[in-house]
């Protein structure tokens, strides 16, 4: 279950981006809407291109779509990979499936929370990092298993969370050694 909604950002309450979201959420839903189930798909695409599903944005596709908030918000709470609070740029999860827990997930999951000083459902105030946890992600055969954003890495062992960091840190970089 995820945290309740942070205080809202600056870019949050900019009535220009307020503005654009919206439109984005429009488009998506023009797109999508005499597709059966389009709702999954419409709030995928939303998160992705906001970062997260902000209430304004579920109401405007509840009222757009014809469905009650009631429902919206059931779906969203339903499947773990949506988000109500904003998710920074790399989002990283940890697996505690049985086969990861047993070979050290916990201490991976404590080396990256101390690494970034953030608890899991937190993000960095940079909003570089955000920290989830997960069940299984059919890499169980090369566990320990971490995702950031899509791509999995095996067999991660704690002292190496410094290193995965910096990496992606250095990614972003504007200097690229
Ligand atoms: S239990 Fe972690 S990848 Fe399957």
Redesign the pocket.
């Known amino acids: 279950m995820q945290e309740e909604p942070s205080p809202k950002c600056a870019a949050c309450n900019d009535p220009e981006e307020e503005k654009q979201r919206e439109a984005f959420v429009d488009q998506l839903i023009a797109e999508h809407k005499s597709r059966p189930g389009a709702l999954i798909p419409i709030l995928q695409a939303a998160q992705q291109e906001i970062g997260y599903l902000s209430e304004a944005t579920l109401k405007r596709v509840g009222e757009k779509l014809g469905e009650p908030l009631s429902k919206i918000f059931g779906v969203v709470t339903f499947y773990s990979f949506f988000s109500r609070v904003p998710r920074g740029k790399y989002l990283i999860r940890i697996?505690l499936?049985?086969?990861?827990y047993v070979r050290g997930a916990e201490k991976i999951l404590d080396a990256f929370k101390k690494e970034l000083e953030i608890d899991v459902y937190q993000t960095t105030p940079d909003r570089m990092f955000s920290l989830d946890v997960a069940r299984?992600?059919?890499?169980?055969g090369l566990?320990?298993?971490v995702m950031i954003n899509d791509k999995v890495h095996q067999r991660v062992k704690p002292s190496q969370v410094k290193q995965i960091l910096a990496a992606c840190r250095k990614k972003e970089s504007p200097v690229r050694a």
């Open positions: 697996c499936g049985t086969a990861c299984c992600f059919g890499a169980c566990a320990p298993a």
